[in-house]
């Protein structure tokens, strides 16, 4: 005859923390949270807000936000 199971056997880890499959995850985590990352910076690159507080603070590449018009190109 057959027997059939009333419902999923759930079992209990005795570790809390599995580090293979940390360090599995962890390469695949941290390639899409750079990707992410760029993804964030490329779609709020020309917001006026994020280019005064986090752009511009860049060291080097800040001064690319940084708007400095010649005396002679502003309006009277």
Do not use: C
């Not at 490329?42 to 807000?49: E, I, Q, S, Y």
């Not at 940084?66 to 009277?76: G, L, Q, Y």
């Amino acid at each position: 005859m057959i027997s059939y199971i009333r419902g999923p056997v759930y079992r209990v880890s005795k570790i809390p923390f599995n580090f293979t499959a940390a360090k599995s995850y962890g390469k695949d985590l941290i390639f899409w949270g750079g990707a992410a990352g760029a993804a964030v910076a490329t779609f709020t690159d020309n917001w006026p807000l994020f280019q005064q507080t986090f752009y511009s603070k860049i060291p080097y590449f800040g001064e690319h936000w940084i708007h400095n018009p010649d005396p002679e190109d502003v309006p009277v």
